[in-house]
């Protein structure tokens, strides 16, 4: 069977182990199979940077083929920010790649004994670890320049910059695009930290002239080619001015976090948009609709440049740019774009660095809207200074340090671009998730699709919202756990054509039932472990403001009665 292999990294006698995936677990990949691993095998009272934990890696099911949107890479861990499991999910060529090579999952577990940086390279060749001291706290960009002059320009690479080595809870992992940059993240959690922990500064993967096996390859390439012609036509929007549309969109329903969440609009939202981004990025010569992951018809990445038409960063993204964006009051690219590439480069969550930067602005360390200020905290950050130690503990440590009361986080994360009073049904998803404030576990936005027919969408109508919230954290899990991008769809129809993609490509009997009841083992595993690992129901709340304080323009607060809130764990 293609796609059988488990590979582990055991740290502690720097050796590597092979076996295969157990049958009963065929159909599980990507987040439900390191939820399934991690329960299993982790005590969830475990120190998150300790030697027991491990930090496993997932690609989906689909992942090395001519599927559209297949090739995404889950990281699944205890996380050193919220205490409580945490996946991260990143588009880039390294799913696709250790897919090719049949890896299932990769786990990293165990603690060295000695002092030392090492790299996992994975090739048709086989797993080794090789000590690569020579990359200890480089950057990510650098580090993986060194890497393609030693392995060679087609590789893969997960990388982790200082932060991580540092052992920082805000601290990411970057996984490489099809262009050669660090640009693709699995941010959140602190998950580079756990990678840090174990000394591994990168996993190269060289899958090049590797191609798996389809069982009934002509009725799989029609489902694919019909696939993508309808993903060209429906996610036209994206391709032209990727998720940055959401600036207009959030403006609009009057969810935009500004200036630290105290307002949903922003008077500079238009020098922020999608169709300005498309604009200055044109004009300077950047590229704009291109593809974070081989055979991606959706094409939302872009590459920003200078007014020289140098390199900045890839790819702008909404959450991101919003939070060190509106958030801290800042309406221009050129100033919010090297901010995203320091994040990038030093591996760092954009989103909780901008969360920690406006709760900063807050407590009136810089004022709102000082982008030059806003570097200058960046700069603390890289130099790991006092101030610097503070901020890279994250928005909640550093709200608590600075006497902050508003501070925008759910189990210790910090909140995404979308405000819970002007958008509810994620607001739920913040309080009931087990990831935290993660908008990637269960976004309502217009157009989105629930199992259940009928069902009030309107965002700032609390009615329906927590069951609206709970099938759309049940449709995401099943599309996390394929290895797909939620932008080619999570609703009903779009898990039962995945089913029908795994049926062509194993031979196998999935079906829409099967993916549906793994979500809801999954969920439950992944609160189960919460639970054990102390997040209680008391850390199932938002800050107290969100409940008492109207956002403008709308005069909206968070009201979701708590009653039905609870019953989202009623699945």
Same mark, same amino acid.
């Given at each position: 069977?293609?796609? +059988? ?30 939820? @399934?691993?991690?329960? #299993? ?25 001519? =599927?559209?949107?297949?090739? !995404? ?30 890896? !299932? ?35 990510? @960009?650098?580090?993986? +320049? ?6 060679? #320009? ?24 099809? @262009? ?49 012609? $309808? ?72 590459? @920003? ?12 993204? =909404? ?25 990038? +480069? ?17 407590? &009136?360390?810089?004022?709102?809207? *000082?982008? *030059? ?20 503990? &994250? ?9 902050? #009361? ?11 671009? $979308?405000?819970? !009073?002007?958008? #509810?049904?994620?607001?739920?998803? =913040? ?15 217009? &157009? ?42 999570? &609703?009903?129809? *779009?898990?039962? !054509? ?13 079906? $829409? ?59």
């Amino acid at each position: 069977m293609h796609l +059988d292999r488990i590979v582990r990294i055991d740290m502690e006698n720097i050796s590597v182990k092979e076996e295969k995936i157990k049958e009963e677990l065929f159909l599980y990949s990507g987040r439900a199979l390191g939820a @399934y691993i991690l329960s #299993k095998e982790v005590d969830p009272l475990c120190d998150p940077l300790g030697k027991k934990n491990k930090l496993i890696f997932a690609p989906g099911l689909l992942g090395g083929t001519i =599927y559209p949107c297949s090739g !995404r890479i889950s990281a699944i861990s205890k996380s050193p920010l919220t205490g409580g499991i945490k996946e991260a999910n990143s588009g880039g060529t390294a799913g696709n790649d250790m897919a090719s090579l049949g890896v !299932r999952t990769l786990i990293l577990e165990g603690l060295p004994s000695e002092e030392g940086t090492w790299v996992v390279v994975l090739n048709k060749n086989g797993v080794k670890l090789e000590r690569a001291d020579d990359l200890k706290g480089m950057r990510n @960009y650098e580090c993986a +320049d060194r890497l393609r002059e030693k392995y060679g #320009k087609k590789i893969s690479i997960i990388s982790i910059g200082p932060m991580g080595e540092r052992l920082k809870p805000i601290a990411s992992i970057l996984v490489s695009d099809p @262009y050669g940059h660090q640009g693709r993240l699995l941010a959140r959690g602190g998950l580079g930290a756990v990678m840090g922990s174990k000394k591994i500064k990168a996993i190269v993967i060289d899958a090049e002239k590797v191609k798996p096996e389809v069982k009934e390859s002509d009725r799989f390439s029609k489902l694919a080619r019909d696939f993508s012609n $309808y993903l060209k036509k429906a996610k036209e929007g994206l391709t032209l001015y990727g998720t940055m549309a959401s600036v207009e969109e959030s403006q609009e329903l009057g969810c935009l976090p500004t200036r630290n969440f105290r307002s949903g609009t922003f008077e500079l939202a238009d020098n922020v948009s999608g169709h300005h981004l498309r604009e200055v990025i044109k004009e300077r010569g950047g590229k704009i609709g291109i593809p974070c992951m081989q055979n991606c018809p959706i094409r939302c990445s872009n590459v @920003y440049v200078d007014q020289n038409g140098n390199f900045i960063t890839s790819t702008l993204q =909404y959450e991101v740019t919003n939070q060190l964006g509106p958030n801290c009051g800042i309406g221009d690219f050129d100033k919010i774009a090297p901010m995203a590439q320091e994040c990038d +480069d030093l591996g760092m969550d954009g989103i909780e660095v901008g969360v920690t930067i406006g709760v900063c602005m807050e407590a &009136g360390i810089i004022e709102f809207g *000082d982008a *030059d200020g806003a570097m200058s905290l960046i700069k603390e950050m890289e130099k790991d200074s006092l101030m610097g130690k503070i901020l890279t503990q &994250g928005a909640m440590i550093t709200g608590r340090v600075l006497g902050v #009361k508003r501070v925008p986080v759910v189990k210790g994360q910090a909140m995404p671009a $979308y405000d819970p !009073r002007g958008n #509810k049904g994620t607001g739920v998803t =913040y309080v009931t998730s087990p990831m935290g404030a993660d908008h990637t576990a269960g976004n309502l936005l217009p &157009g989105r699709k629930t199992i259940t027919p009928g069902l009030n969408l309107d965002l700032h109508d609390k009615k329906d919202k927590a069951k609206v919230s709970q099938e759309l954290q049940l449709l995401i899990v099943a599309v996390d756990s394929g290895g797909m991008c939620y932008f080619s769809g999570f &609703g009903p129809v *779009d898990v039962e !054509r995945y089913a029908q993609a795994v049926r062509y490509m194993y031979g196998s009997n999935a079906t $829409y039932e099967n993916f549906i009841s793994i979500a809801k083992e999954t969920l439950k595993r992944e609160w189960d472990f919460n639970e054990k690992a102390g997040l209680t129901k008391a850390t199932d709340r938002l800050p107290e403001f969100f409940y008492t304080e109207k956002l403008p323009p709308y005069d909206l607060v968070f009201d979701v009665p708590e009653n039905e809130i609870e019953q989202v764990k009623n699945i």
